[in-house]
């Protein structure tokens, strides 16, 4: 089977700009193809996000346990003040131990065989 031919622009270089250390490679792919990977990455990389709130909430529920001298409000004695704010803390760390486990480490190269389609 032939292999399409394709041309690609020349650049002049100067004899001193060359680098015998140096490997091209170069990946021929379809737009709608490559618009199609990279937003399945984006979502990946979206999902991969989804710790950083419940952590985000678990440092805020910390840094307000370490901070506040809880007090009787709304007919709710202090001690459940406090204990709501524990058990926020503790699910907000549940939650986000369980994201960061679930979060799919793909490197680059991963990605890059996926564009080239093997």
């Known amino acids: 089977m032939n292999k399409p031919k394709i041309e690609l622009a020349t650049i002049p270089v100067s004899p001193d ?4 250390n140096l490997q091209v490679g170069v990946i021929v792919v379809s737009e709608d193809k490559l618009i199609r990977i990279l937003e399945k990455d984006r979502e990946r990389t979206k999902k991969n996000m989804a710790w950083t709130a ?5 440092i805020t529920l910390i840094v307000a346990i370490l901070t506040t001298d809880f007090k009787s409000r709304w007919g709710m004695p202090a001690e459940a003040w406090q204990a709501l704010f524990y058990v926020g803390a503790g699910l907000s760390a549940i939650f986000a131990v369980i994201y960061w486990c679930k979060v799919d480490r793909k490197d680059m190269d991963k990605l890059i065989e996926e564009i ?3």
């Open 17 to 20: 700009d060359i680098s015998t």
């Open 54 to 58: 419940p952590a985000s909430f678990f």
């Open 116 to 118: 080239k389609g093997k």
